[in-house]
């Protein structure tokens, strides 16, 4: 059983920063790589960043030089730092793993954390 909470979301003027965390349960987070996506209302979800078991990170052309995101095998635990917040932030964010088994693929949601950017 794989669980995924996040948290550290809040309200934030622009211009701040926040850090988001994803703990994570059972044995796969040293394994695969660890996504954050965000939903704002009325949009898609959208892939913001994603992070390798062995470090190599990827971010949305969105995010780029705002968002960084790490991972800490020891605490089975992924970070999204986000600085420099715009109100197009505004997003509900989600931690993420998915990958295939014999029988398919499987993906993992956390219950997303709430990020509101307002002055």
């Known amino acids: 059983q794989v669980q995924l909470v996040e948290s550290g979301g809040g309200l934030v003027q622009p211009g701040g920063s926040l850090r988001l965390s994803c703990a994570t349960s059972?044995?796969?987070?040293?394994?695969?790589?660890m996504n954050w996506y965000r939903q704002a209302p009325g949009k898609q979800r959208e892939l913001v960043a994603s992070?390798?078991?062995?470090?190599?990170?990827n971010y949305a052309d969105s995010v780029k030089g705002r968002f960084t995101i790490s991972r800490d095998n020891a605490k089975n635990t992924v970070y999204l730092q986000i600085d420099s917040l715009k109100s197009e932030d505004t997003a509900v964010y989600y931690c993420?793993?998915?990958?295939?088994?014999?029988?398919?693929?499987?993906?993992?949601w956390g219950q997303g954390t709430q990020v509101t950017v307002s002055s």
């Open positions: 059972g044995s796969i987070f040293s394994v695969y790589p």
């Open positions: 993420n793993v998915n990958f295939m088994t014999i029988t398919g693929r499987r993906d993992y």
């Open positions: 992070i390798t078991s062995g470090g190599s990170r």
